[in-house]
Nanobody, 121 residues
Framework: QVQLVEAGGGLVQAGGSLKLSCSVS????????VGWFRQSIGKEREFVAA????????FYADSVKGRFTISKGNTKSPVILQMSSLKPEDTAVYYC??????????????WGQGTQVTVSS
């Protein structure tokens, strides 16, 4: 199955930047998109950003627009989440996920293990 591995998490001060990487491997022929999600302690998982696997379409949550940028390399993997102007509320475990085609819109089928991002004041 499709495998995803996140990397790049760490500790950064508010206003700083951090780059997360999602390595995608396995049978990716039916992958529609790759997205980033995050989950903070005591909160539900929330959508952050996504990019189409075979197109350049991108999507962002309102909370990160203008601060985060999602992209992919020439070989599609890795998928990058460049985070700037970080805020303490961005602190969370960030997960990379892949959605299949065909599939239910908005449903992601494969998930990585997550990487911790901590933003200090």
């Amino acid at each position: 199955q499709v495998q995803l591995v996140e990397a790049g998490g760490g500790l950064v001060q508010a206003g700083g930047s951090l780059k997360l990487s999602c390595s995608v491997s396995g049978p990716t022929s039916n992958v529609y998109s790759v997205g980033w999600f995050r989950q903070s302690i005591g909160k539900e998982r929330e959508f952050v950003a996504a990019i189409a696997w075979n197109r350049d379409s991108t999507f962002y949550a309102d909370s990160v627009k203008g601060r985060f940028t999602i992209s992919k390399g020439n070989t599609k993997s890795p998928v990058i989440l460049q985070m700037s102007s970080l805020k303490p509320e961005d602190t969370a475990v960030y997960y990379c996920a892949a959605a299949k085609v065909p599939g239910t819109p908005g449903v992601y089928d494969y998930w990585g293990q997550g990487t911790q991002v901590t933003v200090s004041s």
